[in-house]
């Protein structure tokens, strides 16, 4: 799903990037989220940020 406008576009990255990712089962959880939705584990990290920088 292309997507030309670029103001959705950096709406949609940093929607997509703002996610923590548990390093117990890799479940994707919200950024605000403090335990894994899927296993309850609080060791959860941010995904890489690094990709929202162009
Ligand atoms: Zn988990």
Partial sequence: MPIKDPEL???FEKRV???K???NCGALN???AVKCRR???TN???KS???AKK
């Fill in 9 to 11: 576009l950096a709406i």
């Fill in 17 to 19: 990037i703002q996610k």
């Fill in 21 to 23: 990712v548990c390093r």
């Fill in 30 to 32: 919200p950024i605000s």
């Fill in 39 to 41: 296993c309850r584990s």
């Fill in 44 to 46: 959860l990290r941010p």
């Fill in 49 to 51: 940020a690094g990709i």
